[in-house]
Structure formats: C-alpha cells, structure tokens
C-alpha cells in the first residue's frame, strides 16, 4: 500500500492520558480487521481484532471502533503507559473468490508516550 | 499463538549476492507468508508460502529474485537473490495458525538485511 516513506505520522501522548489512534481502510468487501503494534526491533504483535459484524470490541486497556459507513478504524488505548510506545498498524482482510483472502496492511502510527 | 523464530536477524551482505532466510514456527501451521518492510514503512506481502505447492506471489515480486521453500507445516526459506541496496529492509514471516481464528497472523521478529 502507500505509504509516507521515513515520516510516519505521529503522535504524542502524555503519559496516562488516552491514546486514539486511526485508520482508513480501503476495501468495503474487507470483513476483518486487526491491530498490531511493532517496538523498534521487533516484528509487529497482535493486539486486537474485531469483524465486520460488529463496531466495537474491547480488550484490556484497548478498545477498537469500526465504522463501516465511512471505512474507518480506531485503537484507543486507556491511561497510556511509556510500553505503549511503538508503531500501530491496522490491517484489513478483505476476501477474494475461491478463498482466497488477502490482508493489507495501513501505514503505521508512531506513538510517543511523554513521560 | 504460535512462537516464530528466524535467521539470521540481521545481516549485512555484499551487492550481487544471495541471502537466504529461514523462518521457524514451533507448531504445524497452514499458511506462511513473506513480507518486506522498508525502512520507516509498512508491510507489503511478498508471497503466500503453501506446503505441497509452489509460493503464490504479489504483483511486484517474482519468483527469479525472491525464491521460496515450504518443505513441511513447520518451516519455510525466502531467498533474496542477486542482491542490490534497494532489497536493505527487514523481511518478515507471518504463519495463519492451523487452529483458532484463521484469519489473524502472527509474525516472526522479522531479519534486517543491509546490502552495500
């Protein structure tokens, strides 16, 4: 997908404030959705999931939005901690015929924690 | 989740050669895909890795330059061959676990490869 080379958007957050972070899908026909977070270093980590017979599922400290209407995602993340820091990625799954399934990728968030 | 492993992590290698990557996941998963990630970017897929056939690759990438292996549930190689500095990124495996919600991937710590 496209991406904004070395200069990912960020954001900063005080620390224990709540975090919200977005993301636009392209696909209506994508039908699962999930966030992943990725430390310097490190491969991206499975944070939370939700399909597309829901709008909101909340895990611990996080919670995930979807709006359908205007292809829209959102990870909140309650009372951010400085291990919060990272770059959050949305993927979308969009199915394809004969089963196949394909999962795309946003361009990442950084997220910076002020202590 | 499955536990993904790779090799090496890092790696800095000469233009025109070969490096070859191995991912390694400690249970029997059904789907093994290969992703780049260039620096300060996101993931792009590179191929679906399948055991008993060959790898399915993304527009872009071709089987010449990136060849694959998936000898058993367990285990996969990506190639990057004839290498130049535009292939510098970290190259990812991510496995579809066999049980459980077959949707959701789980990645390895991903190999940072720097060609000179």
């Known amino acids: 997908g496209e991406s904004v080379g070395l200069h990912l958007p960020t954001l900063s957050v005080q620390e224990g404030d709540n975090s919200i972070i977005n993301c636009a899908y392209s696909?209506?026909?994508?039908?699962?959705f999930i966030w992943y977070k990725q430390e310097s270093g490190k491969g991206p980590q499975f944070i939370i999931d939700?399909?597309?017979?829901?709008d909101k599922r909340q895990g611990q400290r996080v919670t995930v939005l979807l709006n359908k209407t205007v292809k829209h995602l959102s990870l909140q993340i309650a009372a951010t901690q400085p291990g919060d820091s990272a770059v959050y990625f949305c993927?979308?799954?969009?199915?394809?015929?004969?089963?196949?399934?394909?999962?795309?990728f946003g361009i990442g968030t950084k997220l910076q924690v002020i202590p | 989740s499955a536990v993904i492993s790779q090799k090496p992590s890092r790696d800095i290698c000469q233009r025109g050669t070969s490096l070859t990557i191995q991912c390694q996941v400690d249970s029997q998963v059904t789907m093994m895909f290969w992703y780049r990630q260039q620096p300060g970017q996101s993931l792009t897929l590179i191929a679906t890795?399948?055991?008993?056939?060959?790898?399915?690759?993304e527009s872009g990438f071709v089987i010449d330059k990136f060849p694959i292996s998936r000898p058993n549930l367990t285990f996969s190689t990506l190639t990057v061959s004839n290498m130049s500095p535009e292939d510098s990124s970290i190259y990812l495996c991510?496995?579809?676990?066999?049980?459980?919600?077959?949707?959701?991937?789980?990645f390895g710590p991903g190999t940072r490869l720097t060609v000179l």
């Open positions: 890795a399948n055991q008993g056939s060959e790898a399915t690759y």
């Open positions: 696909n209506s026909a994508s039908d699962y």
């Open positions: 991510s496995v579809e676990p066999a049980r459980g919600n077959t949707d959701t991937q789980y």
């Open positions: 939700i399909r597309s017979n829901m």
């Open positions: 993927a979308e799954n969009t199915p394809f015929s004969g089963g196949y399934q394909k999962v795309t």
